[in-house]
């Protein structure tokens, strides 16, 4: 194994963990206001069928 190498992985995933630390939040996020959109969605559905009448 070269020198390196240990270093070199160490690197990487220090990387890839804080790549996850910052994109994570932003998955979670996205993913409660994409339920939210529905939600409205849905309630805007009921009262265009309760006016329409």
Do not use: C, H
């Not at 070199?8 to 804080?18: A, H």
């Not at 790549?19 to 998955?27: E, G, H, L, M, V």
Request: charged share 30%; glycine share 6%; proline share 6%.
């Amino acid at each position: 194994m070269s020198p390196g190498t240990p270093d070199l992985i160490l690197l990487i995933l220090v990387f890839v963990g804080l790549q996850a630390w910052w994109i994570i939040p932003i998955i979670k996020k996205n993913n409660k206001l994409n339920d939210r959109g529905r939600e409205l969605r849905e309630e805007i559905k009921q009262l265009e069928k309760l006016y329409k009448k």
